[in-house]
């Protein structure tokens, strides 16, 4: 599995971006970056995803770099309820008919702060 | 957005005990569901894969005997802790997917089991 390094901890400032870096220098040529991120005690919340291009929805914008060796999540405009522990997951294709699965490192816990 | 009901969100058992925690998938036929395990102040740990029709595939260390998984239809699977004791107590969570393999997987909003 390619595996991600991502810093344990991050703070950012209410209503500014955050910018959460994660290196996957191992990853694939057809796996996906996903991002998911979990609030204390809850299941962990779909954010983005992305193979090649970067990608923006409502929630957050990702940038992977060209060699796909690294990729960035940014939050536009943070709010305190963002504060959460993020996940950066490269995604290990099972074949075309199964599901695959989502294997979760250790994430960087972001607070937001007022 | 699809949405993912586990049920249920708590429960407190005796040790020795059978526990059995239900995953929903509401809005779409789930062909894929996974189980995580979480202790603590850790990440998550899948535990097992299933897939609707056919037997659960069990990651390295996770004893398929005491942890039964049934996934009989497109819309529920369901986790059975058989006798259950103190060192299971953990947040159980199941995701589910869609085919193909590159769609997002959806988390329920986990399990906290409590064997005392």
């Known amino acids: 599995d390619a595996k991600t390094t991502q810093p344990t901890s991050m703070d950012c400032a209410e209503g500014r971006a955050a910018n959460l870096p994660c290196n996957h220098s191992t990853i694939s040529g057809n796996e996906y970056v996903y991002w998911y991120r979990q609030i204390h005690s809850q299941g962990p919340q779909y954010i983005i995803h992305?193979?090649?291009n970067n990608e923006t929805n409502e929630m957050a914008s990702l940038i992977i770099t060209e060699d796909r060796k690294s990729s960035t999540l940014i939050l536009p405009h943070a709010t305190l309820r963002d504060t959460a522990v993020y996940y950066c997951i490269v995604r290990v294709p099972l074949g075309e008919t199964s599901g695959s699965r989502l294997t979760f490192g250790e994430g960087t816990q972001l607070t937001v702060n007022p | 957005g699809a949405v993912v009901s586990q049920h249920p969100s708590w429960v407190i058992c005796k040790s020795g005990t059978s526990v059995k925690i239900e995953c929903r998938s509401l809005d779409f036929q789930a062909t894929t569901m996974f189980w995580y395990r979480q202790f603590p102040k850790q990440s998550l740990m899948l535990m097992a894969t299933s897939n609707e029709g056919s037997k659960a595939t069990y990651e390295q260390g996770v004893e398929k005997d005491k942890f039964l998984i049934n996934h009989a239809s497109l819309t529920l699977s369901t986790l059975t802790v058989t006798s259950a004791h103190p060192e299971d107590s953990s947040f159980y969570i199941c995701s589910a997917s869609l085919s193909p393999y590159n769609s997002p997987l959806h988390f329920g909003n986990g399990t906290r089991l409590t064997v005392t």
């Open positions: 992305g193979l090649k």
